[in-house]
């Protein structure tokens, strides 16, 4: 009988054996890095080694057990099997995260609280507990969410509130806290990042959700609290099937693309799976950095041109058949185009109106102009000439313009632009201050790169023609309140360390800014973050030919800058140049 059962076990290894090695094929455990061991991967393996126990199994009662080891022997060898190269697979993942390290041997760390035990906090502390490379231990959760309170995650103790960190962190003796809730209000934020300061301890915030959905972050890839996150705005809910429909499978153009908004834009767009996306900018270095940052797609152009270049541009359209334009070329500078007039209604209006007007002769389906709420009743050269921009599109789609849709988009500032305030409050840290602010009561309305960018999109998608949209911008911020955040979160004080310099308002600029024209009203849409602007002026649609007949580019061309500002007010009433003589009476 010994000698039967030897046989047996012989024949049965034969076949086994390949069988096993098929079933780890096929559960995909050759083609993965061994040292990278997670449930996931136990799964496959799991599902891989009781498949061949189920074939032995059926086997065995198809043929009574002649032949076949034990039902026992079955269900030791795929328990043994299992254990066996889970646990080489997990000692090499170990190793890989500590080395050969004594497990009593703990590396140097520094207790953390993490705000959030949800899905993105318990991704974190699972990272951070895997991982003591980071030198961050995860000590306690703190969460509002009540049934939470007395549980644990990964083994870390949800213990309390966010209202009571101070007494947390002192009770575990943490240094910092990781904010983990990606899509909490930036009231949320703001309030917890008061209390680490109350603590004395770091604070930090996990990527946004959208980054971390897209795979574009991971959640241990922690950065500083910054402005952005405490402005006090709830994130824009897009309604993202209605973009893809329109941008899906079409052949989109943007310009200014190495700018802020042009460059969230192409970012945004390519999420959507357009045919194509054209890339355009006269700055050659800005679209390098913007293909650096970008991922590569098949269909992707990136093409350096002056929109101001009526043949060229004519050319890129008839190459590539853009069916929507999204324009946000522009110069905005406002103290630079006071002094330079005449080229802000050569970038912002003259070069809108020809492109406006190639699109409507090669078809496009959309044309979408990035405007600013300086031009609302403009005080500003840059102002008038956006304002003649949207003008020069309302003019088009009166006399017919055909196949394509004009719309323009207004927005207030945008944070972490370019030539944003806080960019310059960075740089004036930097060299030890002080913050310059033009006025105790200025006040602008600002809003975050991406959120514009997404509501650009969604203005795109509601547009029938020649309307005007205003973005739901929230309220007024007062700069020097925005001086103040920038020095608390350098963990410095206003007025102590970091002095604040008043240097009153430069010519152009408005002590705030505001809503809708004299002449316009606000009606809502079916976005709550986006208005539209009626006019009641039916002046303002008149034709683009009369328009421009009263202002050429010949025409500025020998003209100073308070005659070109004069020239503009004929053009637009509301507009109050700053002169740089006094008129004579």
Known sequence: IED????????????????????????????????????????????????????????????????????????????????????????????????????????????????????????????????????????AFVDDDPAKLGHSVHGV????????????????????????????????????????????????????????????????????????????????????DEIGQLIRKQVVMVTGAGGSIGSELARLIIDFEPEALILVDQNEFALFELEQRLPL????????????????????????????????????????????????????????????ELARKHAVARFVLVSTDKAINPTSVMGASKRLA?????????????????????????????????????????????????????????????????LVLQCACQGEGGEIFFLNMGDPIKIVDLARQVIELSGLKPEIDIAIQFTGLKPGEKLSEELHHLNEALSPTLHPMVNRLEVNNASTTQPLSALLARCTPEMIEHLSNDEIKLLVKQ???EYRPHLEEAPKA
């Open 4 to 139: 039967h059962h030897r046989q047996n076990r012989a024949q049965t290894v034969l076949w086994l054996i390949p069988l096993k090695l098929l079933a780890l094929f096929i559960g995909r455990q050759f083609n993965c890095i061994l040292s990278f061991f997670r449930f996931p991967d136990a799964l496959r393996l799991f599902t891989a080694l009781f498949a061949v126990a189920l074939i032995l199994a059926a086997a065995w009662l198809l043929v009574g057990g002649a032949q076949l080891p034990p039902r026992v022997v079955i269900i030791l060898d795929f328990l043994l099997s299992f254990m066996a190269i889970a646990s080489v697979r997990m000692g090499l993942r170990l190793k890989s995260e500590r080395g050969w390290k004594r497990f009593n041997q703990r590396p140097e760390t520094e207790g953390v609280l993490i705000a959030g035990a949800g899905e993105v906090g318990a991704t974190l502390c699972a990272e951070l507990l895997q991982k003591r490379r980071f030198g961050l231990r995860p000590v």
């Open 571 to 573: 053009l637009i009433p």
């Open 390 to 454: 949207e003008l020069s599109l309302s003019a088009l789609q009166g006399e017919g313009a055909g196949h394509t849709r004009y719309m323009a988009v207004r927005f207030g500032n945008v944070l972490g632009s370019s030539g944003s305030v806080v960019q310059i409050f960075r740089r004036q840290l930097i060299r030890g201050g002080p913050l310059t602010v033009t006025d105790p009561e200025a006040t602008r309305y600002f809003m975050t790169v991406n959120e514009a960018a997404g």
């Open 157 to 240: 103790p949800i213990v309390d509130t966010v209202e009571n960190v101070v007494s947390v962190a002192r009770q575990f003796s943490a240094t910092r806290i990781i904010i983990a809730f990606p899509s909490a209000s930036a009231n949320k934020v703001r309030e917890t990042a008061k209390l680490a300061k109350e603590a004395d301890i770091k604070v930090e915030i996990v990527p946004a959700l959208m980054d971390l959905v897209h795979g574009r972050a991971r959640a241990t890839q922690l950065r500083p609290i910054e402005v952005a996150d405490l402005l006090g705005r709830e994130a824009a809910n897009l309604s993202t």
């Open 297 to 356: 797609q098949n269909g992707m152009q990136l093409v350096v041109a002056d929109v101001k270049d009526r043949s060229r541009m004519d050319r890129l359209l008839s190459a590539y058949r853009p069916s929507l334009i999204f324009h946000a070329a522009a110069h905005k500078h406002v103290h630079f185009m006071e002094s330079n007039p005449s080229e802000a209604l050569k970038n912002n209006f003259f070069a809108t109106a020809t492109l406006a």
